[in-house]
Structures are given as C-alpha cells and as structure tokens.
C-alpha cells in the first residue's frame, strides 16, 4: 500500500510570492492533516480536512489555507509569503478520529 | 500547549530496553495516548496508540498507569535505527493534535 505523498519534496520562493503544496493521502484514508516543522517552533498543527470540509484550525494567520478535493487529495496554499515561512511542511492521512496519523515526507519550503 | 510532558533527551545502550516515560496528568477519560518517532529529516512514524490497555506490537510497547495519568514506551531491544525524536500525543476533544517537544532518544553502540 502506498504511502501519504507530497509533492514537491523540496521549493525555494522569494518573498512576496505564493506557493501551492500538494498531498496524495494513503488509499481510503479521507481525513488529511497539514503541519509546519521549523527548529524554533517544532511540529504546529495547521489544519485538517475530513470528506472536503474543514474539521479543524490552528493558530496560523489566514494566508495559510487549505482545501480537500472529493478523491481526498489535498492542497495547501500559503500567499504573500514571509522568510518565517520557511519550514518543512508535513502531510498526514488517517482513516478517521482516534485513527493514527500516517505522514509523509514533507516539501521542504525555503524562501529567499 | 502540549498536553504532555517528557524528558527532552535519553540515552540508551544498543541491545537494551529503552523505556521513554510521558506525563499525561491531564488526560480526559475518552482521549488516547499515542507515540510518534520522527528521524532526522522523515515525517514522523506512527508507532502505538492506546487507551486504557497496555498494547503491545511488533515495534514497541504502551504501558498505561491505572489513573492514565501517565504511561511509558518501551523498546525492547534498542538498535542504532531507533535513533529519533519520540513525542507522546494526547488526542484532544476538539480535534486539534500538539505536538511537544519530545524525547531524542540516543543509543549507544
């Protein structure tokens, strides 16, 4: 069984710019979470997507969006971005609440 | 903030039982108790998730305390691999997943 694929594993962008991350989630898993990694902060919870709608938020400024397509795919977009945005970008797919959280890999986002 | 307290970093010897505590006093009754490992540079790995029970699989062990207040990973024979960042998580009601800091955990040829 494949595993959660993200795409692309590594981006530089300039600052001022948007960027678009993709999530392949693992097969019939339909809830998708997104994280950002960054030394100082650690893993932050972003925000989750469960059948197209979104579950849940954290406490990230509203350039940081999401949405879940109806095969379970998800994308996330950051807009205006800023040099604190550097990070790795974590995916994770599970079949449901109180289900582990399988990630993946992570696009490391690096801005210039 | 993290619902969950750990030792930031552990040593121990390859071969042995590496037993990662977390402190979990807060826990509500129906929220799990999960282990996650992250190596340098990979997204984080599901390792154990439980709830009242101790559970047991092919890569670790959960002991839960009675109160399920607090509970313990163990490894039973630690390998060079299992070199990592290991965060205990506590589901919350509203969803939301926090991650803490973590136990590195290092082990010693």
């Known amino acids: 069984k494949a595993g959660v694929t993200q795409t692309p594993r590594y981006l530089i962008k300039t600052r001022g710019q948007q960027v678009t991350l993709s999530c392949s989630p693992i097969s019939g898993h339909r809830s998708v979470s997104w994280y950002q990694q960054t030394p100082g902060q650690g893993l932050q919870f972003l925000f989750e997507y469960f059948s197209e709608t979104q579950r849940n938020k954290g406490n990230f400024p509203g350039r940081f969006s999401g949405r879940q397509f109806s095969n379970s795919r998800s994308e996330m977009n950051v807009s205006t971005l800023e040099l604190g945005d550097s990070a790795l970008y974590l995916c994770?797919?599970?079949?449901?609440?109180?289900?582990?959280?399988?990630f993946g890999d992570g696009t490391r986002l690096s801005i210039l | 903030d993290a619902k969950t307290t750990q030792p930031p970093s552990m040593d121990c010897a390859e071969g042995r039982a590496a037993n990662l505590p977390c402190n979990h006093s807060?826990?509500?009754?129906?929220?799990?108790v999960y282990w996650y490992r992250q190596i340098h540079s990979q997204g984080p790995q599901y390792i154990i998730h439980?709830?009242?029970n101790n559970e047991t699989n092919e890569m670790a062990s959960l002991i839960i305390t009675e109160d399920r207040k607090s509970s313990t990973l163990i490894l039973p024979h630690a390998t060079l691999r299992d070199t990592a960042v290991y965060y205990c998580i506590v589901r919350r009601r509203d969803d939301k997943i926090i991650f803490g800091k973590g136990t590195r955990l290092h082990i010693l040829p």
């Open positions: 439980g709830l009242k």
């Open positions: 994770a797919s599970s079949l449901g609440r109180d289900q582990p959280q399988h």
């Open positions: 807060t826990i509500s009754g129906n929220e799990y």
